[in-house]
């Protein structure tokens, strides 16, 4: 497994050069989820598909800007979900953006994701590696060639950071109850608008929580399962935190009917995931 995961370690640094030196502007097409294709999306895509074509252990690839599964080794045993520049929109206002990888054996479900990684493009190329059953791990870009160990992800028992995503207006009262009761209690507002960025924060801070709860107007929320929430999920859990669904169930035991299938997301410390329970009553 750790070829694919010396593959994105290689994707990494290509996206980095993409997002530095190619057109922001928008491709005529659109994604899945109905949304506008950026340049950068296409060819951060095309990018990763083509260093994965040279890993025979992967079977089949799914991204955000495809509609259908691709095969790519008959004799793989592995496919990798992945969305390959999240939050991109917002790289022509010069934020952090980020890849995300999901790798699946068996199921394309929380049973069958073995492994997970993300990586962030910020100040400086950081990427997260974990594998079921063992703590996250955290590497930096140290030059064109080489990611350096940093050191292993541990989430405390609380935090005080706090990202709640979706579009306030739309959010139910028992949601809106849980946020403002974390602001009362102190919280911090960390929100960028973009998941990788803003989960990465949480994990380096050592707690808080991420949301990106059911809304009137998204009631399966925003985010993918397969290639955002799931891989995040057990990042999370891996590190000693939790993430759960709406009714308080680990997203972990999630079973997409179709691979662009989201789910509402809360991703935190145990403390911060309690709390959601009480304000959900799940
Ligand atoms: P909203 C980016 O488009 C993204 O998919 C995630 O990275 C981010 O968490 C979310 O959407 C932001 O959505 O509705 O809060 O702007």
């Known amino acids: 497994m750790l070829i694919i995961l010396k593959a994105i370690e290689d ?3 290509k996206i980095e050069k993409a997002i530095q030196h190619e057109d922001l502007g928008y491709s005529e097409g659109q ?11 296409v060819r951060s895509d095309a990018i990763i598909e083509h260093r994965f074509k040279n890993v025979s252990v992967i079977k089949d690839i799914i991204s955000e800007e495809k509609d259908e599964i691709m095969h790519l080794h ?8 992945y969305d390959p520049l999240d939050g991109s929109s917002l790289v022509d206002v010069n934020l952090s953006v980020g890849s995300i990888f999901g790798i699946y054996k068996g199921s394309l ?12 493009y910020g100040p ?9 059953g063992q703590k996250p791990k955290l590497y930096y870009a140290k030059n064109q060639k080489e990611f350096s160990f940093v050191g292993e992800i541990t989430l405390n028992e609380k935090g005080n950071i706090n990202a709640p995503g979706g579009t306030q207006k739309h959010w139910e009262p028992h949601h809106k ?12 507002l960390r929100y960028s608008g973009g998941m990788v960025p803003d989960l990465h924060q949480i994990l380096l801070k050592k707690g808080g929580l991420f949301s990106y709860p059911g809304t009137l107007d998204k009631p399966k929320g925003k985010l993918r399962q397969l290639f955002e929430v799931l891989p995040f999920a057990l990042i999370y859990t891996m590190a000693g935190g939790e993430a759960v ?15 662009h299938d989201t789910s509402p997301c809360f991703l935190g410390s145990r403390y911060e995931i309690q709390a959601m329970r009480e304000a959900y009553g799940v």
């Open 245 to 259: 669904d709406s009714k308080g169930v680990s997203l972990l035991q999630l079973k997409p009917d179709h691979i």
């Open 177 to 188: 109850a849980l946020i403002d009761g974390l602001f009362e209690e102190g919280y911090r």
């Open 74 to 81: 008959d004799k793989g045993k592995y496919t990798v979900c």
């Open 109 to 120: 479900d929380g049973e069958g994701l073995v492994a997970a990684a993300y990586v962030v």
């Open 11 to 13: 994707i990494a640094y």
């Open 124 to 132: 400086r190329v950081e990427l997260v590696w974990v594998q079921k």
């Open 31 to 41: 994604n899945s989820s109905g949304e506008s294709q950026l340049k950068l999306d």
